[in-house]
């Protein structure tokens, strides 16, 4: 068999279950080579950023990685971003590049690039081999990294020459690096901080915001007092009634720190003390209040799903954890739409097992805690802070959960960083509801402005943070792209057709018109 | 002054008129200080991909650098492989990137990432200044590396401490580097083969595809035989009635190297001997043929213009060149549109002093020859290969020559990746007229993987190159980013489209239905 083959049947028997893809020449090989091999599902992107992210969706609703396919230096370049907002997510993924033939690479062909340094901005673990007989190792190896804790971006770039050529030797990937037990005095350390009696919370993130491992937080609080936080921008939190309640560390550095005033210690879990998203002039970077230790229960390396289990049973065996009760915020039955609306809407009509991909920044931010009593829910945050991620994220996460109803929150300026998503979950009959709330700005933007004392924005900073002139009219975009769009601009219409578009199978877009003349 | 007016005043005072932007955060002192700075005009762009290419669409016009403004190392990220375009085409850049503030740098924050490596991927220059009294030098630095020859990516990373802190100091900058001489050797070398009588070809780039260089260029080629190349993907050519005539190098290596068959040497002006695009199984990189002699007239770095046109003066001093006549191609009356008849209807409709950005890929390559004896006009080639330079380099050609009209060719795979840039286009009122031929597939990749060996498409593989399903509506698209559009599918249509969307002021979009049922 040739290198290609070898590739895509060592991803294969490893379990990698779906290709994302925007491939060009140097990768017929690869395409030719996944046709023929048994187990692999392709989903085609018209962008790459549409790939990486969706790649980092299925990663976080699967736990698995997904394989991408790019074009060069110049493809990989398309999907860097949203492969640093994976990276921030800690994910595990493995990118398959394409490069020139090994031969041709010394000479300066309109296509040649440094393919290696593009890779190595993302990529934890980064190979080029040059051999076909050594691909299908490589790609084990790669697979082996994208596993290891707490999941890693793998980027295999393989020259066409070692796709083509014959000698493919499949390979058997292990099983990755598995997270480090945490150490005892650290569990230790952290028992006497929760029995001390005094005010402590416990800052989340990883596999401590899921399943059993939020259960055993929530049952600490409820026999300690302690506080439970998640980063604001988690990878994955599970949330909605019945599960256990998580306050979202606030955005802005002041309002992070004054949720923590008071205390005693913070114990941070599978992510680091809180920091400021941007810095500000005169403002500190670290958002934990002075006379609060930090201690550091688990690592992002670390097993602190584990840690969070060994110490409930010390300090909480008996405790019943809160549940945050199935309430839903009130709803005005009609009037001009507002983002706040919108989302006590959503909350009201939100599906069991909704996942919800929340890149609806400021509009969404505000309304967040309305979804606090909804229906249980996963929600997926912009980990990296790359605008771009919110509608792949989309992709991927309904790839990976065909029986789940996903739900994107978009701003009018962020929407526009990889629109091409929607044709894919079209193509791929995806039960998508994409909200796209129409406030004509880069709203962030202007808050920004204001915030690092840009002074007012005259008319040419203005023209950099509005968006109209002319209006995107995302509608008329989304069914460009096949997927069927409803505009509205009162509450009534909102609810209807939300309500409507949950219940219709494949992609729907909701232009919430939230900027009224 | 603080250090981002500093920066402006910098860039201002050395002759930089445009700031192609897509800010976040840490660029809002720089936005502000592009308010308070006269002689700065800023161009909005939704996506970082349509603000690098503009402005090397800028630049590829006017030959002189824009700037672009782009946030960290993601938005750097998304701008990448229209840099990468860029650096290929040998043009000036000034790229801004903000950073965070240095002290904010050492934590892991959701945008932090290393963003010199991100720069350093497409970059000829690369500074990250860490003090507001040192950003205006930093700047003057910039400007120099961008113009020296024969074009530079010069990037500058803003941490953004240094743009909002006090004590700017603007700075003067100097010229660059000049294009180097060409050694008198080398042109006597020229010179001889030129006389020697044998079969001789010149390849040009760069300057010497424009203006009284090739002109010089065509009275060498009338006084000795010598033929004319272009590189396939030229940076910018100077075509058409009364323009000397070129031949562009085929895109397939089997027909290079049959086009230069029989040569007894082969003089490079400006570029490299030819290579493949791209390798292919038991196909050589190199394209001349056996038995030719090349001669590196002059490098990319050396004033291959001059080198013309004291070649010209010793070979040819009474020679007049030979000029394309005006001479239009037929086109049917009327009949199911196809891409060789909407490019013959272009070249009838061209008007004087047009510049075509061509990225129309399988659809504009094989009707190129009909323009050959249209009106007067400039051609923009995709120079680096990386799909999704076509429309930004038309908004950035359009900014930079107001007067003219800009026609961009586009495939409807290749107009998916920048699609943003049409609303920066109707934003700006740029007189463009895209033309998006519609195939419903990845034309290209369909002949690369027959090309590569790679077997017959099964149904995975199809799935890939296809495009149908759901059909991509360009009209829809266009309108929803605020561009009126028509779809024809028959010559008379497109004719008549064409014809009105010419005289039309501002962007219009055709979408060329190339595809019958």
């Keep these: ?62 736990g698995e990685p997904a394989a991408t396919l790019l074009h060069l230096g110049p493809g990989l370049g398309n999907g860097l971003a949203n492969l640093h907002n994976a990276r921030k997510a800690q994910v595990p993924m493995v990118n398959l590049v394409g490069d020139h033939a090994t031969a041709h690479q010394r000479f300066e062909a309109p296509l040649t690039a440094d393919v290696q340094a593009f890779a190595a901005t993302v990529s ?79 800052l989340l993130r990883g596999p401590a915001l899921r399943g059993e491992a939020l259960v055993a937080a929530g049952r600490i609080a409820a026999a300690t007092g302690a506080r439970l936080f998640c980063d604001t921008f988690a990878p994955r939190l599970e949330r909605g009634a019945g599960r256990v309640p998580v306050e979202r560390m606030p955005y802005r550095a002041a309002d992070a720190t004054a949720a923590l005033a008071g205390l005693q210690t913070l114990i941070v879990v599978g992510t680091q003390a809180p ?23 688990a690592t992002e390396q670390e097993d602190g799903a584990a840690a969070l289990l060994e110490l409930a049973s010390a300090v909480a ?14 709803a005005p039955a009609d009037g001009p739409l507002t983002a706040d609306a919108a989302m006590r809407i959503l909350a009201r009509r939100l599906p069991e097992g909704a996942i919800v991909s929340d890149e609806g920044l400021t509009s969404a931010y505000s309304g967040y805690a309305h979804l606090a009593g909804a229906a249980p829910h996963d929600v997926l ?3 990296g802070g790359a605008i771009g991620d919110g509608m792949p994220l989309a992709v991927g996460a309904a790839v990976a959960c065909p029986d789940r109803r996903v739900v994107t929150l978009e701003g009018d300026g962020s929407a526009m960083y990889t629109l091409q998503a929607l044709w894919t979950q079209a193509r791929e009959r995806l039960d998508v509801v994409t909200v796209v709330f129409v406030n004509r700005a880069y709203a962030v933007l202007e808050e920004e402005l204001a915030w690092v004392g840009g002074g007012t924005a005259g008319p040419k900073a203005r023209s950099t943070l509005e968006l109209g002139d002319p ?35 494949g992609p729907v877009v909701l232009e919430a018109v939230v900027y009224h003349d």
Tied chains: 1, 2.
């Design 275 to 297: 920091v400021a998203f941007f810095s500000y002039p005169g403002q500190p970077s670290e958002l934990t209040p002075e006379g609060t230790e930090v201690l550091v229960l």
């Design 1 to 62: 068999m040739n290198g290609a083959e070898s590739v895509i049947r060592t991803l294969a028997d490893a379990g990698v279950r779906v290709c994302f893809a925007n491939p060009g020449t140097s990768e017929m090989h690869l395409v030719d080579a996944i046709d023929r091999v048994d187990g692999m599902r392709v989903v085609l992107g018209l962008f790459e950023g549409v790939v990486t992210g969706a790649a980092d969706g299925y990663a976080r609703m699967t």
């Design 124 to 202: 934890h673990w980064v190979e080029e081999p040059v051999l076909s007989s050594e691909v299908g190792a490589a790609t084990a190896r790669a697979v082996e990294a994208a596993r290891s804790a707490p999941g890693r971006i793998a980027t295999l770039v393989l020259p066409a020459d070692t796709a083509w050529g014959d000698g493919g030797v499949p390979a058997v990937a292990g099983a990755g690096t598995p997270p480090a037990a945490v150490r005892g005095a650290v569990l230790d350390a952290a028992r006497a901080a929760l029995r001390r009696g005094g005010p402590v919370a416990l």
């Design 317 to 330: 065996p008996d405790a019943v954890p809160r549940l945050s009760p199935a309430q839903l915020p009130t």
């Design 471 to 505: 209006d995107i009219d995302y509608s008329s975009l989304a069914r460009g792209l096949g997927v069927s769009a409803v505009r509205a601009d009162t509450v009534a219409d909102f609810d209807r057709a939300l309500a409507e578009a949950l219940e219709t199978p």
């Design 381 to 383: 945050f912009l980990t």
